[in-house]
């Protein structure tokens, strides 16, 4: 589009009886500036000096009415095509174009490309590829809001598309049962990638979805930027003094493809040529012409400083050297800086408690310790969770912080998020380890990722009961740790002792970074031991040392401890070393390189499956750390590798205990 082409004609209707003439020119400033910078953007991806381009172009009144609508210190959560939002919060630009660029002036430091960041000073939350999560995150920061009694609402942005993902029915339900004030704007511009809406949904509206969940829904000309700032401005006042989430849908049209490379072969010309006719930037400029509002001496300037704006910060991006890989500077960046060291009890007294007493006096005492802890999960509140971890827990802190969530793991992890993001911190509870599998892609992708790709720290903590000998087969008995060891970004706990669990939950809720903490089931009830009455905590990353031995080093975790002290005591021929892990990620490799070094013969052991398991890596590490200390090959022992059977006498066969025992005394032998 030349400075010069105007329309003869506008064909969206503005009532703009409401704004004065500064108010309707700042609204053409806010539109314009990201559609300059898109055509500045589409020039360089056809000359390699970007890799790839989410187009906006013919949707830009949605992001820039709906960001304006909002108060500078309110979080919105965007999505691709939303450039708008980013160019209305004032980012400087040279960072977004080093952000294009994967420079280190970018706001992820060139770990993540396009609009996969956020901003923490300019209240963005950054998305990531998986359509979906940011919704529920949204409904985190707004409970923060409701929790904090603040006035405020959050403005979470969703594609036509993404509104077939469970993730947008768990997010918009959660929203629903605890009444946030979040909006959730629809940019339903007809297609998911080449796929049309007819084949997405059934209903006409996106706006009908809402009616399914209680909640009240708007519609919108998404290519009216005074409607769509009319409209976001009064569903912000409905949140806000509701404390109710809405949803709206604003209706527009992608004129470029999903991506560059898409293309939009698959539109029919009619298609194109009306939603063409209704580009929100050339008819809005047009009324303005046409009612005197702006000139076209006033345009061409404004246009001119804006494409001097980008071109001198297009020079600046470029002037930046290529991100440079320090290794230390890469992997520190994974973890928020956390106070790693242990907490004494303040008085001497001890109880003797059971590991599951021993949990929820942790989380009793943090909860205590933490005004701003959280805890979230199916059934915690009166009924005290399956395991009655819990109990008692809402008469104490209240529902607002002890909280039933609906069956929606990935919804309830995302809110935790949210929550982090606003300032509190949040345990989620499943109700089996086993359920994660639905809220796996919120823990692997937003949770591990965050704070590596934009510093935003995940401060949550997942409590997993796991573990089998329950006799309760395939779907409640698994130990899926190793799920989760493969994710950098995650710290695993797994305690095997009262004294363990109690000092190493609050650490982990001490600790700003996502932690998976794993409590084995059949240790609940059948272990007790004596454990301070008061607040402490034990590090993270540490081993212990659970019985000293001379002639051999098992190295376990979990029930594998108490496997291996039973074993070892009917083998009292052999002085083995069992070290408890304790903590899976990181894991302690000084405490296993040095009994490696002084028993030289090492089994590793765990209750999960054993390929590809927390013990086959750890015995490879060793093989290749501590080959010269070795005077036999290390020796590995797991479950066999197929699901949990149910019957008593399949599943003990299935668990590792007799052939730990076997290769123990193979080990000795060799």
């Known amino acids: 589009m030349s400075n010069t082409s105007i329309p003869p004609k506008h064909i969206i209707t503005y009532n703009s009886s409401e704004f004065s003439s500064t108010q309707l020119r700042d609204f053409y400033k806010a539109l314009i500036k990201p559609r300059l910078i898109e055509e500045k953007m589409l020039i360089l991806l056809r000359q390699g000096k970007i890799t790839k381009w989410f187009s906006g172009i013919g949707q830009e009144a949605i992001a820039v009415g709906s960001t304006l ?167 912000r006042k409905y949140a806000i003094k509701e404390q109710k989430p809405i949803l709206v849908e604003a209706l527009t049209f992608r004129m470029r493809g999903h991506e560059e490379a898409s293309g ?86 001890t109880q003797n408690k059971r590991l599951v007493d021993a949990i929820s006096d942790g989380l009793r005492q943090s909860m205590e310790k933490y005004p701003n802890l959280v805890l979230m999960g199916q059934d915690i509140a009166e009924y005290g969770g399956v395991f009655k971890i819990t109990e008692g827990f809402s008469e104490t802190f209240g529902r607002d912080r002890v909280r039933n969530t609906p069956l929606c793991e990935s919804a309830i992890v995302g809110t935790g998020l949210g929550l982090s993001i606003n300032g509190f911190k949040a345990m989620v509870e499943m109700q089996f380890a086993d359920f994660v599998t639905c809220g796996f892609n919120q823990i692997v992708n937003n949770l591990a990722k965050l704070h590596y790709r934009w510093g935003q720290n995940a401060d949550v903590v997942v409590r997993m009961p796991t573990g089998a000998g329950v006799k309760a087969g395939p779907f409640h008995s698994q130990s899926n740790e190793s799920w989760f060891f493969h994710t950098p970004g995650l710290k695993i706990v797994y305690p095997s002792t009262p004294y363990a669990a109690k000092g190493l939950l609050n650490a982990s809720i001490e600790d700003p970074n996502p932690v998976m903490y794993f409590e084995h089931k059949a240790l609940y009830r059948s272990i007790s031991e004596d454990i301070p009455d008061e607040y402490y905590t034990l590090p993270i990353g540490k081993a212990r040392i659970v019985k000293p031995g001379e002639d051999v080093t098992v190295i376990t975790y979990g029930m594998g401890v108490h496997w291996a002290l039973e074993i070892s005591n009917s083998l009292p021929e052999i002085s083995i070393e069992i070290i408890d892990l304790q903590t899976l990620l990181p894991w302690d490799k000084e405490t296993v390189k040095q009994s490696v070094q002084k028993t030289n013969k090492v089994l590793v052991c765990n209750e999960d499956t054993l390929t590809g398991s927390i013990a086959s890596e750890i015995a490879a590490w060793i093989s290749e750390n501590c080959f010269e200390h070795l005077d036999a090959p290390v020796m590995r022992e797991g479950s066999l590798d197929m699901p949990v059977p149910f019957a008593a006498n399949l599943e003990d066969a299935f668990l590792p205990k007799q052939r730990i025992k076997e290769k123990l005394e193979k080990l000795y032998e060799y």
Not at 69 to 84: F, K, S, T, V
Not at 91 to 106: D, E, H, M, V, W
Not at 290 to 308: A, F, M, R, Y
């Open 69 to 235: 609508a909002m108060q500078m210190d309110e979080y919105i959560l965007p999505m691709h095509r939303n450039l708008g939002v980013f160019t209305s919060r004032n980012l400087p630009l040279q960072r977004l174009f080093g952000q294009f660029q994967g420079k280190a002036i970018g706001f992820t430091k060139g770990r993540d490309r396009s609009f996969h960041f956020g901003s923490k000073e300019h209240k963005i939350v950054g998305m990531i590829s998986h359509l979906g999560p940011q919704l529920s995150v949204a409904d985190g920061i707004a409970l923060a809001h409701k929790l904090s009694e603040e006035k405020k609402a959050v403005l979470a942005y969703s594609g036509d598309g993404a509104t077939s993902e469970g993730e947008f029915h768990e997010a918009l339900n959660v929203a629903a049962v605890w009444e946030l004030p979040v909006i959730f704007l629809v940019e339903n511009n007809g297609y998911g990638l080449s796929t049309p809406n007819k084949e997405q949904y059934r209903c006409e509206f996106i706006a009908d979805k809402g009616k399914g969940y209680g909640m009240e829904t708007m519609q919108v000309d998404g290519n009216n930027i005074l409607e769509v700032f009319k409209t976001i401005t009064e569903a």
């Open 264 to 349: 939009t072969k698959y539109v029919p010309k009619e298609l194109m040529d009306y939603w063409a006719e209704r580009d929100p930037v050339t008819n809005y400029e047009s009324y303005l012409l046409q009612n005197d509002i702006i000139s076209e001496v006033e345009i061409n300037q404004l246009k001119n400083e804006i494409k001097d704006e980008i071109e001198k910060s297009l020079q600046v991006a470029y002037n930046e050297p290529p991100v440079n890989f320090d290794y230390k500077t890469e992997l520190g960046d994974l973890f928020a800086d956390s106070n790693n060291i242990s907490t004494n009890p303040s008085t001497n007294t």
